[in-house]
């Protein structure tokens, strides 16, 4: 008689330098998106939550901002708090970048690993973009770093071998029963999310340094169930008076590209009408202003 392997959920930690994809790798893994992603390093600030619910095991997925080196008191929030969250985790996936040989700051990011005591899986990302022949160099370079961790590449834009990632991660996970409703796969509310997504389009469109220094507040998030509507109100933050110009651009053009964007992919994942309301301010120095940051939820 056979018995039915135990079910397995816990914490998984995302964890990586900036720009390896691990927002995109939390998405591929959730099958929703629930981080935002863009070209841009640092786009990631807070602990983001992602939960993949299967048959035989619940990841709680944390995807977390890029460890890199702090220049500002927003620089050194977000490394606190991509530190914070590896200790977090039950199992740390470190991500890092598939190319000709281990980068040094993938070198630098696995050589801190082994201090949170956690069973690790390495995953070389970006394996659509190189030569198959170079993931062996980089796989025994990683290994070299942490012996005792499970190696596997993965293309978090393509979904390939993330099964097999999954494959690696379940069993290290600790014997339990759900720890989140299955019909959950994040734990943000709708209005941080649509916070989020208000970003990410301003990252997008604005290509110069700009979105370093800008944040998003939700004000108003209101919903009219009867007509199927929702309602928000949010404020682009900027440091300077002449960010405010370029974020709201010639004839408020701007500002009204970013708001339709969000817009419609507010309305595809809240699969309900938004009437979004977007304008910006100056608040400066608010990058440096811990008062500011902790108001911001930074």
């Not at 992603?37 to 977390?64: E, F, M, N, Y």
């Not at 460890?67 to 708090?81: A, G, I, Q, S």
């Not at 600790?174 to 709708?190: C, G, I, V």
């Not at 979105?211 to 998030?221: G, H, K, L």
């Amino acid at each position: 008689m056979t018995h039915a392997s135990p079910y397995r959920a816990g914490f998984v930690t995302i964890g990586g330098r900036t720009n390896v994809g691990k927002s995109t790798l939390v998405n591929q893994i959730v099958g929703q998106k629930v981080a935002i992603v863009t070209a841009k390093p640092q786009t990631t600030r807070r602990r983001i939550i992602g939960v993949r619910t299967d048959a035989d095991a619940q990841l709680i997925l944390i995807d977390t901002p890029g460890l890199h080196e702090p220049r500002r008191p927003l620089n050194r929030r977000m490394v606190d708090t991509a530190r914070r969250c590896l200790a977090e985790g039950e199992v740390i996936v470190a991500v890092v970048e598939a190319g000709d040989g281990l980068s040094d700051a993938d070198r630098r990011f696995l050589t801190q690993v082994p201090r949170f005591q956690r069973p690790v899986v390495v995953a070389i990302n970006k394996i659509d973009r190189v030569r198959r022949d170079s993931l062996l160099q980089i796989a025994e370079q990683a290994h070299q770093v942490i012996p005792g961790g499970e190696i596997v590449p993965v293309s978090a834009c393509t979904g390939e071998n993330v099964d097999e990632l999954l494959r690696v991660i379940k069993p290290l996970l600790p014997k339990s029963a759900r720890l989140m409703p299955s019909e959950e796969y994040t734990d943000q509310s709708e209005r941080m999310l649509s916070e989020e997504i208000i970003r990410e389009k301003l990252f997008i469109a604005m290509r110069q340094e700009i979105p370093f220094s800008t944040a998003v507040a939700i004000e108003q998030f209101s919903d009219e169930p009867g007509r199927n509507l929702t309602r928000i109100s949010a404020v682009v933050i900027v440091e300077r008076d002449a960010h405010k110009g370029m974020v709201i651009g010639a004839g408020g053009r701007m500002l009204k590209q970013i708001g339709t964007q969000a817009r419609l992919e507010l309305e595809q994942i809240l699969r309900r009408r938004i009437f979004l309301e977007l304008h910006a301010k100056v608040e400066k120095g608010w990058t440096r202003d811990p008062r500011k940051l902790k108001e911001l939820g930074l």
